[in-house]
């Protein structure tokens, strides 16, 4: 049902895709499966079906701070979250699963992100981030959030999957945004940061960043106006 009322509602947007086979290529990476077994590379046919196109200059990556990353996004086309892409803004929010024995998609009763790591829903995000990471290029941002005090923990997707895939010979620089959300508690010069510079290959610029959450969403500053 819900498969239906999103094609009918959104696959003019996504003329170029095939939307009967993408759902079809969805489910064969979880239905039937052990919810608590169900790989990364369950997705990879997925992914193929529906690639993601690099958008040079434009993409957004984030830890921490979805809230006002999409606050920012939404507002204005200049940049372009994982959660702006056809497979991303479908399934952002929602909860999926199989049962071995059964040829059911389930909504409910499905483990939790942190229940068993191979789980459907953290598996997909897992490899659509290391998807979106790959076609990553030119000048790349990524919001981070300067009111905790690891903005770039190692344990995020960010960290442990997105960044160790950015490739020089596609991307020129990354720039990092360090949202302030209530109160500041790290700048620019916080270890965690310097960890993610050494993690960068050696032809990606780096450069850092700090802004208040005020000026990072409001509606009226024009791309790039408050950095
Ligand atoms: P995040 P990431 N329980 O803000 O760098 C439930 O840490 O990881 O940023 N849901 C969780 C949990 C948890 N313990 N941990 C993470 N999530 C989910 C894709 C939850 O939905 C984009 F391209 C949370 O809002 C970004 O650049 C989301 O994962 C990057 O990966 C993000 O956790 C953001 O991943």
């Given at each position: 049902?819900?498969?239906r009322?999103?094609?009918?509602?959104n696959?003019h947007?996504f003329?170029?895709y095939?939307c009967?086979?993408?759902?079809?290529?969805?489910e064969q990476?979880?239905?039937?499966?052990?919810?608590?077994?169900v790989?990364?590379?369950?997705?990879d046919?997925?992914i193929a079906a529906?690639p993601f196109?690099?958008a040079c200059?434009?993409?957004?990556?984030?830890?921490?701070?979805?809230e006002?990353v999409?606050?920012f996004?939404?507002?204005?086309?200049c940049?372009?979250?994982?959660e702006?892409?056809l497979l991303?803004?479908v399934l952002d929010?929602?909860?999926?699963?199989?049962?071995?024995?059964s040829?059911?998609?389930f909504?409910?009763?499905?483990p939790?992100?942190?229940?068993?790591s191979n789980?459907?829903?953290r598996s997909?995000?897992n490899?659509?981030?290391a998807a979106?990471?790959?076609v990553?290029c030119?000048d790349?941002?990524?919001m981070?959030?300067?009111?905790?005090t690891?903005p770039?923990s190692?344990?995020?997707i960010?960290?442990?999957?997105?960044?160790k895939?950015f490739?020089?010979?596609?991307?020129?620089?990354?720039n990092?945004?360090l949202v302030?959300?209530e109160s500041?508690?790290?700048?620019?010069?916080?270890?965690?940061l310097?960890?993610?510079?050494?993690?960068?290959?050696?032809?990606i610029?780096?450069?850092c960043?700090?802004v208040i959450?005020e000026?990072?969403s409001n509606p009226e500053?024009p791309c790039?106006?408050?950095?």
């Amino acid at each position: 049902m819900r498969r239906r009322l999103y094609q009918k509602q959104n696959c003019h947007l996504f003329f170029r895709y095939d939307c009967e086979k993408i759902w079809s290529t969805f489910e064969q990476a979880y239905v039937g499966q052990d919810p608590c077994n169900v790989s990364m590379g369950a997705y990879d046919p997925l992914i193929a079906a529906a690639p993601f196109r690099p958008a040079c200059n434009r993409m957004m990556f984030w830890s921490k701070t979805k809230e006002v990353v999409h606050d920012f996004t939404e507002k204005r086309d200049c940049f372009l979250t994982l959660e702006d892409t056809l497979l991303g803004s479908v399934l952002d929010g929602l909860t999926w699963c199989g049962k071995q024995g059964s040829s059911e998609t389930f909504t409910a009763g499905c483990p939790g992100w942190t229940d068993c790591s191979n789980n459907p829903v953290r598996s997909f995000w897992n490899r659509a981030s290391a998807a979106f990471a790959d076609v990553a290029c030119g000048d790349v941002t990524a919001m981070l959030n300067g009111s905790i005090t690891t903005p770039f923990s190692p344990t995020s997707i960010f960290a442990s999957i997105e960044v160790k895939r950015f490739n020089s010979t596609m991307m020129r620089s990354l720039n990092v945004v360090l949202v302030t959300q209530e109160s500041t508690v790290t700048n620019c010069t916080n270890a965690s940061l310097k960890d993610l510079q050494k993690e960068l290959d050696e032809g990606i610029k780096y450069n850092c960043k700090e802004v208040i959450q005020e000026c990072s969403s409001n509606p009226e500053k024009p791309c790039g106006a408050c950095w």
